[in-house]
């Protein structure tokens, strides 16, 4: 197994830009009522799975580097693409590291209360109503009540990579912000089709950790900041990580 090399981390705001709906077992719809909310904490607070983000960020690049999935639309496998080394090979006997996590986004609730606490009180969604249209009478039928999390909403988002011996550190680093940039602009969670789920990540962070660092004084150190993701300089943020990485090895 290769040697440890030490860690990127990647943290910042995801806003929203339209409502957000992500939902459990009940995404499919039911007639009548709020019969389709959103995941949230035991507190009741809506927040974003890690899962949704890491998949979703997943099959955009997945779709674009024209991998060849299985027949029956799994993730790549092959255990050896930069999408597989960054999340991990979706094989039993071509395992590779995941060298991606990213955590559950939580709300800002303080942020949310001073933008929305006087319209929704202390309620932390909205309901939107949906109908499909009658292609002959061209009236309204079958009416669905979603819950959304509203736009303007702003979650915090934390992530980070792992670096090993040998690892093409350019390539991880360029993948990765290539696949947060594609979900700008695609949507997250359900209904995206149909306005929902529009992000945008805001005050993007970068900080770099080595091996030593976890023997001494455990911190992390800033590399890079930037407001948006059109902002990210991805030349600078590898440089300044190679060599955060390898003083370990003076």
Known sequence: ????????????????????????????????????????????????????????????LERTENIESKKNGEPCSCGKCNICLL?????????????????????????FMAEFGDFLEGEYTEEKTENIIDRITGTAQHPRTMERVPAG?????????????????????????????????????????????????????FYAKNIESYSKDNKKDEIETYKNLNDVNIDNIVNKLKEKLEMNQR
């Open 153 to 205: 909403a702003k979650f915090k988002f934390s992530s980070s990579i792992s670096f090993y011996d040998g690892d093409d550190i350019n390539e991880l680093v360029k993948t990765f912000i290539e696949g947060i940039r594609m979900l700008e602009d695609d949507y997250l969670g359900g209904s995206g089709t149909r306005g929902y789920g529009q992000i945008r990540f805001e005050n993007m962070a």
């Open 1 to 60: 197994m290769a040697k440890f090399k030490g860690k990127l981390f990647i943290e910042g705001d995801i806003i929203l830009q339209t409502g957000l709906h992500i939902g459990g077992s009940k995404e499919t719809g039911e007639i009548g009522g709020l019969d389709n909310p959103v995941i949230k904490t035991v507190k009741g607070v809506p927040y974003i799975p890690g899962s949704s983000l890491k998949g979703k960020i997943r099959c955009l």
């Open 87 to 111: 999340f991990g090979s979706h094989s039993s006997d071509k395992k590779t590291l995941s060298r991606l996590i990213i955590r559950d986004s939580y709300l800002d609730e303080e942020h």
